[in-house]
């Protein structure tokens, strides 16, 4: 089909995700505080997450102040899980309208010795279970010939960024070039396909860090900061709302500026 023009001049209603349904992967630190935010604009939003009780929890939160917030846990390596938490969300609301991919893993070790168990999982967690997902839930918007999915990938995916995290920068190219593939797959169908490519977050999966390698990262940063999940939500709604109408297969960098240069400082 040929893509519809949105000839909305609006900026309130262009960005709107006002009775949007919304299925986010992940409820922790990006994917719980976009759960929030798009549940807080008046989505129904419907968040997942492997760990028992995590997106329950987050729902709960939600709509005891009277949002529209179901939690659900899910194993996304696992397809039959994956399309019949889908279908549970088809049967109630009728449609998906946008599909937010953000669970990840990162163990470090260096790359000579990463352990085989470690890698497979990795590989499990950051890109199969993207694919599993962005299959079920495509099909569903190829049904209903709309949708808009945004998978989580990172600067990680671009320029490598630690001496230690071999599999998980394969991990991220490999979702980003998913995120193209997809685009050119289901762009007939009026589904668009992006991703957003975050630098360093401060979220729990750096709980483990030294107070040195937070001052590491943001050094390189002339914001003079890594990343908080807040900086992340703007990007998200451009993507799955009417505003990103024209814009498919991108890779969209939230870096800080961590990707455009290294410059040197010269005494004079």
């Not at 070039?177 to 999966?205: D, F």
């Not at 990103?244 to 961590?258: A, Q, R, T, Y």
Request: with cysteine.
């Amino acid at each position: 089909m040929m893509k519809p023009v949105v000839e909305e001049r609006n900026i309130a209603k262009l960005f709107s995700v006002r009775g949007k349904v919304v299925l986010i992967t992940g409820a922790g630190g990006l994917g719980g505080y976009l759960a929030k935010g798009f549940a807080e604009n008046g989505a129904h939003v419907v968040v997942t997450d492997v760990v028992p009780g995590r997106a329950q929890a987050l729902a709960d939160s939600l709509c005891e102040r009277g949002f529209a917030c179901r939690g659900c846990v899910l194993d996304q390596t696992d397809k039959a899980a994956v399309e019949a938490v889908v279908q549970s969300i088809v049967n109630g609301q009728g449609r998906i309208d946008a599909l937010i991919n953000t669970a990840a893993i990162a163990p470090c070790h260096p790359a000579e010795e990463f352990p085989e168990d470690e890698l497979r999982r990795v590989i499990d967690v950051n890109l199969t279970a993207a694919v599993l997902t962005s299959q079920v839930v495509g099909r569903q918007m190829i049904a209903q010939q709309y949708g808009k999915i945004v998978n989580i990938g990172s600067i990680a995916g671009v320029m490598c960024h630690s001496y230690e995290s071999m599999p998980y920068e394969c991990t991220k190219a490999a979702v980003h070039q998913m995120t193209k593939s997809l685009a050119c797959a289901w762009g007939r169908y009026n589904v668009n396909v992006n991703a957003i490519a975050p630098t360093w977050i401060m979220t729990p999966m750096l709980d483990d860090c030294p107070p040195e390698y937070f001052d590491a990262v943001d050094s390189m940063h002339e914001f003079g900061r890594m990343s908080r999940v807040e900086d992340f939500f703007g990007t998200a709604v451009y993507l799955v709302t009417d505003a990103s109408n024209f814009i498919s297969g991108h890779v969209l960098l939230v870096d800080g500026g961590w990707s455009t240069a290294r410059p040197v400082q010269c005494k004079s």
